[in-house]
């Protein structure tokens, strides 16, 4: 009987894929991770979610613990995210936090364990292709989190069972109601846990001096100023304090000066982004034509690989510095890599 | 391969199995009689006469009078009601008095309290332990002055079961800061120590039911005459006025016989406890490499051993125990139930890695042989399954 350990947020999806595991006769061990000790108003880290991840646990009949790694939590998500904003990259802590806690610390716990799996509640698939096993996209395209999951290799794969990714979110609740669960309609958790909603620049400004700078047009005029340059990411729209006729977008953030452009949207649009730490999972894509995606839902692109550039075959939309690239051939996701500048 | 028991539980200091005799008492409390003991008919006097039954067993054990006990709701709203309720009434009286001594080794009960004063204006001094775990009496000493209010410094450690000098702080206050008053977090004591001689000279003296074979959510503290406090709870004048609140009778007659027979049998239990705890402490520490006991060469109550296995994440290891029927501890869980660094281990100077590789097994009145052949077939063999890479 295969030993599974499965990380249980205390949202639906992971109940239901404790309940599933068990259904399949695996034998099965709930944990919820404490990640974060100060405040915040969603995600993993509330006594709230460890009651609940608790209760289902209890319900569908597998032992549960919690896991504390705040400690490392704190060094290896919570410090480098404030790093990339004060070097005026836009982070993605949940691609950190699934490469350094879940598929690290608790895989590396599980194995230790003696446990053959672990297992989450992301909306992804692990197939087995001629390669070895692969990531694939989930069975819910409008809920696919294969994004976040780019950077597991076929070594992590191999141990990793999704088993909510071949269902639809749909029928994840439907089965979570069946069996009384008490998530069944909770609602998801969408931002950064451990950020308030609405609080990320109070977070930000508590751990990094801020510095004041310009805010100027194409040109080079100052169109007006800012307190800090961590407010800002490319693309961005709203809250950029300057008055001008028609819409204005951060088109590019000199860290050195503090510096934030803005433009019209189409100056956003580039047509070569360079990558760093580009990592390729066993199943290569053709790196001359392969489909990129660079938000968690956003549409795919396609795009070729030049050496550490990635040209579009049209011009896209900036994508900020410290975001993740992932690649994908077809439904398979193949790798990806992270914006440089 | 020999029989191994399905389980051995090893958490008696988080919490005992209640005495039978404890639950054959308190029965009739919830079934036949529903009087409310402040009431002035029949049914209130048969409750009324169980309370002060209790009391005066309560007061028996502590070498107390009845009207010094003041039953609550748990060990930490006794901690809590002696030391903020000690602080509130010594400011009240001259606000000069805004001193608090305690020591880093304390539950949270005292320390959350303590950081409670501290919001409010009150100078509060946390002071360290040495190595073994007890408390740095130099620290304390210096730590005291005429406008002390509080010191609370508990009797036994929960996490290491190191016995504190209380008798020697509550003098060496009485001569440097004479209007203090002292108050000891006894709740592990009951099991282990004669509370009469151990508290002779505190004030405030603090119990928990549910350490000594009696149920969960009956706490006590003792108020020794002369010592006020300010309540938390006001109301009806329940106990003296110190707690209002219907009592909780039923909980009260069993916390009251489980230490009557605690205290009754404790010398017997204390040498058959000691006797297990020291086979396992020598079977680990003769079947484990990287083993070692901490507050070892301190005064330790029987019950305990708290240990460190070098190398291996507590939090790793209690899951595996677990797993094969072995339930120990580590740390003080969190609300969530996570296992945070022990702040008690800290306190005592020990490395951050450290306080994470340890674990404590705690034994109780309910504890056989065969908890610790359990133990002695199951740690070590999850110990070194742990440290294979």
């Not at chain 1, 295969?2 to 259904?23: I, K, N, T, Y």
């Not at chain 2, 009286?93 to 409010?120: M, N």
């Not at chain 2, 094969?324 to 951050?352: F, I, T």
Request: one cysteine or more; glycine letters at 10%.
């Amino acid at each position: 009987m295969p030993r599974v350990m499965v990380m249980m947020s205390g949202g639906v999806d992971s109940s239901v894929a404790a309940a599933l595991l068990h259904e399949r006769g695996h034998d099965v061990t709930g944990v919820t991770l404490k990640l974060w000790g100060g405040e915040s108003d969603s995600g993993c880290c509330s006594v709230a979610d460890v009651e609940d991840a608790r209760r289902v646990a209890a319900q569908v009949g597998i032992p549960h613990y919690v896991f504390n790694f705040s400690d490392a939590f704190e060094a290896d998500v919570v410090e480098p995210y404030v790093d990339a904003y004060a070097a005026g990259e836009t982070p993605n802590p949940c691609v950190e936090c699934n490469r350094t806690m879940k598929f690290g610390r608790v895989l590396e716990r599980a194995r230790r364990l003696g446990y053959d799996f672990v297992a989450t509640g992301h909306h992804a698939r692990v197939v087995l292709t001629d390669d070895g096993p692969a990531l694939a996209r989930a069975a819910d395209r409008a809920k696919d989190q294969s994004y976040v999951l780019y950077m597991l290799g076929a070594e992590e794969l191999a141990r990793t069972l999704l088993p909510v990714g071949e269902l639809t979110k749909a029928e994840v609740r439907a089965h979570a109601r069946a069996l009384g669960l008490r998530t069944a309609d909770k609602r998801e958790s969408m931002d950064v846990c451990f950020i308030k909603r609405g609080e990320r620049e109070a977070f930000l400004g508590a751990r990094i001096p801020r510095r004041s700078g310009a805010i100027v047009d194409e040109q080079g005029v100052i169109v007006g100023t800012h307190d800090g340059i961590d407010a800002f990411t490319i693309g961005q729209r709203r809250g950029l304090g300057v008055a001008v006729g028609e819409r204005r977008y951060v088109t590019d953030i000199a860290v050195g000066t503090a510096t934030v452009t803005v433009g019209p949207r189409d100056a956003l649009l580039h047509e070569r982004v360079r990558l760093r730490d580009v990592r390729w999972s066993r199943t290569r894509c053709d790196a001359r034509a392969m489909l990129v995606q660079s938000r968690a839902h956003g549409t795919p692109a396609i795009a070729r690989l030049d050496g550490d550039e990635l040209v579009f075959a049209w011009p896209h939309p900036r994508v900020a510095p410290g975001q993740v690239v992932a690649f994908y051939d077809g439904d398979l996701c193949c790798g990806g890599g992270i914006v440089a500048d | 391969m020999p029989d191994r028991p399905d389980h051995a539980y090893l958490d008696h200091a988080a919490s005992t199995p209640m005495r039978p005799e404890a639950i054959a008492a308190m029965t009739p409390f919830l079934a036949d009689h529903p009087g409310n003991p402040s009431g002035a008919h029949g049914a209130s006097r048969a409750t009324k006469t169980a309370l002060e039954e209790a009391r005066e067993t309560v007061a028996a054990v502590c070498g107390c009078q009845p009207q010094e006990v003041v039953f609550t709701g748990s060990g930490s709203e006794a901690d809590n009601l002696a030391v903020k309720g000690g602080a509130w009434e010594a400011r009240a009286h001259d606000p000069r008095l805004d001193g608090v001594v305690t020591s880093g080794i304390e539950h949270k009960a005292v320390l959350g309290a303590c950081d409670r004063l501290e919001s409010e204006g009150f100078r509060v001094a946390r002071v360290p332990a040495n190595g073994d775990g007890v408390v740095d009496l130099d620290a304390l000493a210096r730590a005291l002055d005429d406008r002390t209010a509080v010191v609370s410094v508990m009797l036994v450690n929960n996490e290491t079961g190191v016995r504190q000098p209380i008798n020697e702080i509550a003098r060496l206050v009485r001569n440097v800061a004479p209007r203090a008053v002292v108050h000891t977090d006894a709740v592990q004591a009951p099991q282990w120590l004669d509370l009469a001689s151990a508290t002779a000279d505190v004030c405030l003296v603090a119990m928990s039911g549910h350490k000594f074979g009696g149920p969960k959510g009956v706490g006590a503290l003792i108020v020794r005459a002369g010592t006020e406090l300010v309540p938390l709870v006001e109301g009806g004048g329940h106990e003296r006025g110190l707690r209002a609140g219907t009592q909780n009778v039923a909980g009260i007659v069993a916390f009251a016989t489980a230490l009557r027979i605690t205290h009754g049998r404790r010398a017997e239990d204390t040498a058959r406890i000691a006797a297990l705890r020291d086979e396992l402490e020598r079977g680990l520490a003769a079947q484990v490499s990287g083993f070692a006991v901490n507050g070892a060469s301190a005064a330790r109550v029987s019950g305990i051993l708290h240990c460190t296995f070098d190398g291996v994440e507590a939090e790793t290891l209690l899951l595996a125990l677990d797993q094969q029927g072995v339930m120990a501890a580590s740390g003080s869980a969190c609300s969530s139930g996570a296992v945070d660094p022990s702040h008690v281990l800290l306190a005592m100077g020990m490395p951050r890695e450290r306080a994470l590789s340890s674990v404590r097994f705690s034994l109780g009145y309910a504890s056989t042989h065969a908890d610790i052949d359990a133990a002695l077939a199951i740690v070590p063999e999850v110990v070194a399954k742990l440290r294979v890479t």
